[in-house]
């Protein structure tokens, strides 16, 4: 083996050109594939951090007579209490909600934002976690007004507390509220998992009265993780649950009609929505290996042609067919390496450079890295490579044709029929995998612009959104207490909106509540039309939005037909609402709408207006029914500023901050700050991403089989220059020459892309649900992709050509 390797690196050594180009094909080809799997192995393949997580189930809600899951499958308090007392499948069952910034003091006093979680004290028991110090909750933990305690997430106690065990019994104040510290969880443990937010604070769910009792209300705020007990199956638990859901339906009928329930595996629950498109991704980038890979073969092949005399002369001397195929497999499997070693060097920027373009709120995604896991992965692929690449190689150079090897007259060495056959097969496998790579591209840009074309019904430039919201005393968190916090909204969110509209820069300052485009804020309330009462199915319900005047004048969303709301509109005045047009055509579709009256929550409004459709939820998602009521009428606890400034709306974010301040320094901002155009820019992130990553596979993939190409038609004329001299000394001209060279080529293009294009047409249904608006089959898409990589070819085959046209004649029959 030792004399294998020596020889390899001799060998590859003597062939600096062929080795330079075989080792950049396969860097680009590993490196690629390691910094995608590194991607998805961290994000999807890998199991939950958690003892026995296979067991671990989210137990989700949803309604029948939609096709999405009701609310991204939360429930109500009260449903949960009723599960947990009637399932029988599940160790145990726990509900998890209130995920979300909460607010804290720093040390100079400034109000600072924390991430909280909800739990129910079986969430312990259901991660099989206990704290690292301090108790875990409890079911007393559970009863309103006994629920102000709290525990620490590692980091937060090591950062703030500096790992002391006397944090435990210290006091937290949060939201205005003060909780024991009781635990601090273990090193280690996150969740959500991973998440680049991750909780800093656990505190107990403390079930109100009302949370008890099947009345009107229906909060969907929570949702549920439970873990199996063993020997119960996902199936069975799924039935099992269903009945508990058809018997609550049975005993309240007016609760939550055709609620159901679903049963998946956490893992599923937590990176389902991304396994599809991720896994799509490695399967393109494992297209660009092989492309690479057949590349490579070609060039063995080439190289194993020239070095027939040098296999001819060791077969003669004694080595065996065996020692002869080892040997050239130490030599692709040394070169796989040393690609390997180099495309993992690319990886690790190119993972620095994936991260930077991910979308936000993939699990686990502060832990992606090139790991141990990820370099045996990339060295076991990379030795594949070599075995895949050079098998083929080794076994034709391990034949050789001593009498014509050994002869003076075969110092030029020529190919025989099959080695030919065999390169030509593996330039059109690269052509064909080109090509199903460019149409995926295609696909995908064309998917995202039909994306950017999609006019959302609103102008979101240069508006800024902040979010506030009113402080809820210390004390039992009941019905009263949200009426008496509501109460002070409306003038509050006044006062703010009079001292933001004074800051230079801002040109409309506006507040609503009930969520802003593309946000992922909406609240549904029911809806009850006279004559007919509370409509059934999934016309129920619309989007309801509490906004001041010059809210829908702000956003540019036109006004169709009536009135917009103005200041005239009080709280003495008839309550009024401007409704858009999915409500009116799902409401009144044979009606005038203007002046009709309907109800939500029980109370009474009268359309004044009616307003063009906007994509509230996104560019991808459908309008919905929606209804706009003024504040001066309303009663609101959280809200959100919408400001439309004259420049950049980040520059004015200080000033406005100081504004809201000036009227309650306790006033707390919530969360993060953006504007509209950066909510648009983070839902369409994903699609920019996926097209991003395949043109660049495209690119790679279309590259490396021109210089495939390249590489074969160059050596062809290299093999057949005594030929070509002869043609020429016979008549034949240089465009004679070229053309025969640019056939040659031409045949095998062809071959290559009628192939590909086949694989393209049946095997581009599997991407259909990852495109918007568009059929997989493109026939435009198809034929660019076909006329593009044409056009490579014939551009890789000219260099060739022009060599073989420019053959002195004379030269060439004096070395016949």
């Given at each position: 083996m030792q004399d294998d390797l020596r020889h390899a690196f001799r060998s590859l050594g003597s062939a600096p050109t062929f080795t330079a180009v075989a080792l950049a094909v396969l860097a680009l080809g590993i490196g690629a594939g390691t910094a995608i799997f590194s991607v998805v192995d961290t994000v999807v393949l890998r199991g939950l951090p958690f003892d026995e997580h296979d067991r671990m189930v989210a137990v989700l809600e949803f309604d029948t007579r939609r096709a999405e899951t009701f609310g991204g499958g939360q429930t109500t308090p009260q449903t949960y209490l009723d599960w947990r007392r009637m399932q029988e499948s599940f160790e145990e069952i726990a509900g998890v909600g209130g995920s979300g910034p909460l607010e804290m003091r720093s040390a100079t006093g400034a109000p600072i934002d924390i991430r909280g979680l909800r739990v129910t004290h079986e969430f312990f028991p259901v991660f099989r976690v206990t704290p690292l110090i301090g108790r875990a909750f409890t079911a007393d933990d559970e009863i309103d007004g006994r629920d102000h305690v709290a525990i620490l997430s590692y980091g937060y106690w090591q950062q703030h507390y500096a790992g002391s065990p006397d944090a435990i019994g210290k006091r937290l104040e949060i939201s205005g509220q003060s909780y024991e510290i009781v635990g601090v969880m273990p090193r280690g443990f996150a969740y959500p998992v991973a998440s680049d937010k991750p909780t800093d604070v656990y505190r107990p769910i403390g079930f109100t009265n009302d949370d008890k009792v099947r009345g009107g209300n229906r909060s969907y705020n929570w949702y549920a993780i439970a873990r199996l007990k063993p020997g119960v199956s996902i199936e069975q638990a799924h039935e099992q649950m269903n009945r508990v859901a058809a018997q609550l339906d049975e005993q309240y009928p007016k609760f939550s009609p055709g609620m159901r329930v679903r049963v998946v595996t956490l893992h599923h629950h937590l990176v389902g929505k991304v396994r599809g498109w991720m896994l799509m991704l490695l399967g393109a980038v494992t297209l660009?290996?092989?492309?690479?890979?057949?590349?490579?073969?070609?060039?063995?092949?080439?190289?194993?042609?020239?070095?027939?005399?040098?296999?001819?002369?060791?077969?003669?001397?004694?080595?065996?067919?065996?020692?002869?195929?080892?040997?050239?497999?130490?030599?692709?499997?040394?070169?796989?390496?040393?690609?390997?070693?180099?495309?993992?060097?690319?990886?690790?920027?190119?993972?620095?450079?994936?991260?930077?373009?991910?979308?936000?709120?993939?699990?686990?995604?502060?832990?992606?890295?090139?790991?141990?896991?990820?370099?045996?992965?990339?060295?076991?692929?990379?030795?594949?490579?070599?075995?895949?690449?050079?098998?083929?190689?080794?076994?034709?150079?391990?034949?050789?044709?001593?009498?014509?090897?050994?002869?003076?007259?075969?110092?030029?060495?020529?190919?025989?029929?099959?080695?030919?056959?065999?390169?030509?097969?593996?330039?059109?496998?690269?052509?064909?995998?080109?090509?199903?790579?460019?149409?995926?591209?295609?696909?995908?840009?064309?998917?995202?612009?039909?994306?950017?074309?999609?006019?959302?019904?609103?102008?979101?430039?240069?508006?800024?959104?902040?979010?506030?919201?009113?402080?809820?005393?210390?004390?039992?968190?009941?019905?009263?207490?949200?009426?008496?916090?509501?109460?002070?909204?409306?003038?509050?969110?006044?006062?703010?909106?009079?001292?933001?509209?004074?800051?230079?820069?801002?040109?409309?300052?506006?507040?609503?509540?009930?969520?802003?485009?593309?946000?992922?804020?909406?609240?549904?309330?029911?809806?009850?039309?006279?004559?007919?009462?509370?409509?059934?199915?999934?016309?129920?319900?619309?989007?309801?939005?509490?906004?001041?005047?010059?809210?829908?004048?702000?956003?540019?969303?036109?006004?169709?037909?009536?009135?917009?709301?103005?200041?005239?509109?009080?709280?003495?005045?008839?309550?009024?609402?401007?409704?858009?047009?999915?409500?009116?055509?799902?409401?009144?579709?044979?009606?005038?709408?203007?002046?009709?009256?309907?109800?939500?929550?029980?109370?009474?409004?009268?359309?004044?207006?009616?307003?063009?459709?906007?994509?509230?939820?996104?560019?991808?998602?459908?309008?919905?029914?929606?209804?706009?009521?003024?504040?001066?009428?309303?009663?609101?606890?959280?809200?959100?500023?919408?400001?439309?400034?004259?420049?950049?709306?980040?520059?004015?974010?200080?000033?406005?901050?100081?504004?809201?301040?000036?009227?309650?320094?306790?006033?707390?901002?919530?969360?993060?700050?953006?504007?509209?155009?950066?909510?648009?820019?983070?839902?369409?992130?994903?699609?920019?991403?996926?097209?991003?990553?395949?043109?660049?596979?495209?690119?790679?993939?279309?590259?490396?089989?021109?210089?495939?190409?390249?590489?074969?038609?160059?050596?062809?004329?290299?093999?057949?220059?005594?030929?070509?001299?002869i043609r020429m000394a016979l008549g034949a001209t240089r465009g004679n020459v070229v053309g025969m060279v640019l056939r040659r080529a031409g045949m095998l293009m062809a071959t290559g892309l009628v192939l590909g294009a086949i694989v393209a047409w049946y095997g581009s249904a599997a991407v259909n649900s990852f495109l918007f608006d568009m059929q997989p089959n493109d026939l435009r898409i198809l034929t660019g992709a076909l006329l593009t990589l044409a056009a490579a070819g014939l551009f890789a085959s000219a260099l060739p050509a022009r060599r073989a046209a420019s053959v002195d004649p004379l030269v060439a029959l004096r070395h016949q």
């Open positions: 660009v290996l092989l492309i690479a890979c057949a590349n490579v073969a070609n060039l063995m092949l080439v190289r194993a042609t020239v070095r027939s005399r040098e296999m001819g002369i060791r077969a003669a001397l004694g080595a065996s067919r065996s020692r002869l195929v080892r040997a050239l497999l130490v030599e692709s499997i040394l070169l796989s390496l040393a690609g390997a070693a180099a495309g993992i060097l690319l990886a690790y920027f190119g993972v620095a450079a994936i991260h930077a373009w991910l979308p936000s709120g993939l699990p686990r995604v502060a832990s992606i890295g090139i790991d141990l896991r990820v370099l045996t992965t990339a060295i076991a692929v990379s030795i594949a490579t070599g075995i895949l690449f050079g098998i083929v190689p080794a076994f034709q150079s391990s034949r050789p044709d001593l009498t014509r090897a050994l002869s003076d007259s075969s110092r030029s060495a020529t190919s025989g029929t099959a080695s030919q056959k065999l390169r030509s097969v593996l330039v059109v496998v690269e052509v064909a995998l080109a090509v199903v790579l460019l149409v995926g591209a295609g696909l995908f840009i064309s998917s995202f612009i039909n994306v950017l074309r999609i006019d959302p019904g609103f102008d979101s430039r240069r508006v800024l959104l902040v979010n506030v919201g009113i402080r809820i005393p210390p004390g039992p968190y009941n019905r009263e207490v949200l009426k008496e916090a509501e109460k002070r909204g409306r003038p509050y969110a006044l006062q703010m909106l009079e001292a933001v509209r004074a800051v230079p820069g801002v040109e409309t300052a506006t507040a609503v509540s009930g969520g802003v485009p593309l946000t992922g804020g909406w609240s549904r309330t029911r809806v009850e039309l006279p004559g007919k009462g509370e409509l059934a199915g999934a016309d129920n319900s619309v989007d309801r939005r509490i906004v001041t005047p010059g809210y829908l004048e702000m956003l540019h969303i036109p006004l169709m037909r009536g009135r917009s709301l103005s200041t005239e509109d009080t709280e003495t005045s008839q309550r009024v609402v401007v409704i858009n047009q999915a409500a009116a055509r799902k409401y009144w579709p044979e009606h005038d709408p203007l002046g009709q009256r309907f109800k939500m929550n029980n109370e009474e409004f009268t359309v004044v207006g009616i307003v063009g459709d906007i994509r509230h939820l996104g560019p991808e998602i459908a309008p919905r029914q929606e209804t706009y009521a003024p504040l001066s009428q309303n009663n609101v606890v959280g809200m959100t500023l919408a400001l439309k400034t004259h420049g950049d709306p980040m520059t004015v974010l200080p000033a406005v901050k100081a504004a809201i301040w000036s009227v309650n320094k306790d006033q707390r901002i919530s969360g993060d700050t953006f504007t509209l155009e950066q909510y648009m820019d983070r839902l369409i992130a994903q699609r920019r991403f996926n097209m991003t990553l395949l043109a660049l596979f495209g690119g790679l993939g279309l590259v490396i089989a021109a210089v495939g190409i390249y590489g074969v038609m160059a050596y062809l004329v290299a093999q057949r220059t005594n030929e070509i001299g």
